[in-house]
Nanobody, 128 residues
């Protein structure tokens, strides 16, 4: 069964850190472009970061998280991570990872149409 499972969410104070994990089963994650998205209450889902498949490994970040978030892969664990530092209340959202329709595309984009397989999401709450 093809599946993505996010974990690592929680509640932290402003300025804190979290590391989100996106673990894949049923396929080899490093062959695909991966995106992280988030959806805050009452808002549309937005792209946060992406990493292209391991053959090109391009990364990109939305301006609001540049310098604070880092996306990375651990191919041995079939997992992609999103390290989030200096967290702000406006980072509060459900975070989702997603896999591209096809392997070996080498396209790092936060356009949702590029992705076909989504995880169930993990809640991140930043609150004092």
């Amino acid at each position: 069964q093809l599946q993505l499972v996010e974990s690592g969410g929680g509640t932290v104070q402003p300025g804190g850190s979290l590391r989100l994990s996106c673990a894949a089963s049923g396929f080899t994650l490093n062959n695909y472009d991966i995106g992280w998205f988030r959806q805050a209450p009452g808002k549309e889902r937005e792209g946060v970061s992406c990493i292209s498949y391991s053959g090109s490994s391009m990364t990109s970040y939305v301006d609001s998280v540049k310098g604070r978030f880092t996306i990375s892969r651990d191919n041995a664990k079939n997992t992609v991570y999103l390290q989030m530092n200096s967290l702000k209340p406006e980072d509060t959202a459900v975070y989702y990872c997603a896999r591209s329709w096809q392997p070996y595309r080498g396209l790092c984009t936060v356009t949702e149409g590029h992705y076909s397989l989504w995880g169930q999401g993990t809640q991140v709450t930043i609150s004092s």
